[in-house]
């Protein structure tokens, strides 16, 4: 190794020795009280500190220190400090709300919340929902639907809304057992048009849709029982409700109107006819009715309508119950006998005209009424002519059976098999309403056929009829009903 790089090595290692490293410290260095040895101090320019921790309940803490980063020197002793211990509180129950869970009483830490007994927990309650009741519209003032509250907390969950007063249903009574005048005034309004564009027309002016119709397209010759009817669907505050309207005779149908017990049976409960035509409109609104569980169903009809949405409204109280079907009929025949006859309808409401005929058929002497409540109207001039067509004819067929099966000579008094039964006399009579003629022709009688004793109860009916006595149109028609309703 040369000279020169000997010497250089040297000098590093003596440089070494005695200069401190280059660590930033700061030391003294010198001889002290005649020492021969050189001493060197640390200054503690850089230190860290420890810091405090406070004690818990359960652990201990202690107090912070300093430490020399040069030369590891402890400056400040860190102390332990005891644990605090627990400092138990008496916590109140805090009963559960309609929204907020509660805790039973119960003991805790003041300091660190730990539970040593009791705070369970209390699950929420829920609200006790209330309706608050609404009022219906009327004609001149709104009115508000059904609200919801809680009757614990009073929140309102369900905010009430106006309602704009709506035909028909505004005007129905929350009770159907109670009659209404306006109600029965809109209703026998509905039913004074029989053709299925004039009543979708009608149902239309008070915002109801038709939903279902049937038996329009009848032919005019056509005898069975059955009735034209139009189904009208609105929806209103939530809720679906049905108009049934039910159509008066048309054409044929006047025949069917006095075959009111085609099984000629004398125990039979309905008057036949009426009860196969209430069956039919059944048969067919029955489906969607059941698959609506909040629904309301309005049934009117005027005249062979009426007495089939009477007995209709019969078979809808047996299936939905009377609270939510309204049943308003008008120039009402006779539909019940017997057991059903003796059966109670609060929400059935018959409007009669006694100086209608119609509503005296099926006669009376052979049993017959009608399911539900009678408002009877007008006065009574007219009834004893009726009572007595009734009289004689019942003297004749005491009975259903008879009226169909005992054939009156025509030629002269008595019974003869080739005669004509009070059944067929009142076909007659059928087929003279469902012409539109004026009169009966009783002039056109031979001699030997005023001697019938089919002959007086056919003179007692042209005393009814037309231009000779009673017009009987007049007072059956539902502008008439409707003259005697609002008189009510």
Same mark, same amino acid.
């Given at each position: ?13 003596? =440089?070494?020795?005695?200069? !401190? ?10 001889? *002290? ?25 359960? *652990? ?15 400056? *400040? ?10 400092? *138990? ?17 119960? @003991? ?37 639907? /059904? ?19 709506? !035909? ?62 139009? @189904?009208?669907?609105?929806?209103? /505050? ?37 009860? =196969? ?7 067919? @609104? ?31 109280? +047996? =299936? ?25 309808? +609060? ?7 006694? /100086? ?15 399911? +539900? ?69 009783? +002039? ?45």
């Amino acid at each position: 190794m040369p000279r020169l790089v000997r010497t250089i090595i040297y000098l590093a290692l003596t =440089l070494a020795v005695l200069v !401190p490293a280059a660590s930033g410290c700061s030391w003294i260095t010198g001889r *002290e009280n005649g020492e021969t040895a050189d001493k060197s101090e640390c200054r503690h320019a850089n230190t860290a500190a420890y810091l405090e921790v406070a004690p818990t309940c359960t *652990e201990t803490g202690h107090t912070g220190g300093l430490r020399c980063l040069d030369c590891g020197a402890t400056l *400040e002793e860190q102390i332990t400090i005891l644990a605090t211990g627990h400092r *138990e509180k008496h916590v109140e129950c805090i009963p559960a709300t309609c929204t907020e869970p509660g805790h039973t009483e119960g @003991v805790i830490c003041s300091v660190c919340g730990e539970v040593f007994s009791g705070l369970d927990t209390i699950p929420v309650t829920g609200h006790d929902e209330v309706t608050v009741p609404g009022r219906a519209a009327t004609k001149t003032s709104d009115g508000l639907t /059904n609200g919801i509250r809680c009757s614990v907390c009073g929140e309102t969950l369900k905010a009430q809304e106006k309602l704009k007063y709506a !035909p028909v249903i505004s005007d129905l009574p929350a009770d159907s057992s109670e009659m209404s005048k306006d109600l029965a005034l809109e209703l026998v309004g509905l039913c004074g048009d029989g053709s299925r564009s004039g009543t979708a027309s009608l149902l239309g002016d008070i915002s109801f849709d038709v939903f279902f119709t049937g038996n329009y397209d009848k032919d005019s010759s056509d005898r069975s029982h059955t009735c034209a009817y139009t @189904v009208g669907k609105r929806n209103y /505050n939530g809720r679906n409700y049905y108009i049934i309207v039910i159509r008066a005779t048309s054409g044929g149908e006047w025949y069917s109107n006095f075959d009111f017990a085609p099984s000629h049976s004398n125990d039979t409960q309905y008057a036949e006819n009426f009860y =196969l035509a209430a069956q039919d409109i059944m048969n067919s @609104v029955k489906g969607f009715l059941d698959a609506d569980p909040d629904k309301t169903v309005i049934v009117c009809g005027h005249s062979r309508g009426a007495s089939t949405a009477n007995l209709l409204g019969v078979m809808l109280d +047996g =299936l939905y119950g009377e609270n939510d079907v309204y049943v308003y009929t008008f120039a009402t025949p006779m539909t019940v006998r017997g057991a059903a006859a003796g059966k109670q309808y +609060g929400n059935i409401f018959n409007f009669i005209n006694r /100086n209608d005929i119609v509503t005296c058929l099926p006669p009376e002497q052979y049993g017959y009424s009608r399911a +539900g409540t009678d408002v009877m109207m007008s006065s009574v001039s007219s009834a004893g002519s009726v009572l007595d067509l009734f009289s004689s004819l019942c003297e004749l067929a005491p009975d259903i059976r008879s009226y169909y099966e005992v054939r009156y000579s025509l030629k002269s008094p008595g019974t003869s098999p080739d005669g004509m039964s009070v059944y067929d006399l009142m076909c007659v009579f059928a087929g003279y309403l469902a012409s539109g003629k004026p009169d009966l022709p009783t +002039g056109d009688f031979t001699p030997g056929m005023v001697t019938s004793d089919l002959f007086p109860v056919f003179l007692r009916m042209a005393s009814l009829y037309g231009s000779s006595g009673l017009d009987i149109a007049a007072e059956h028609v539902t502008e008439r009903y409707a003259e005697l309703i609002a008189s009510l």
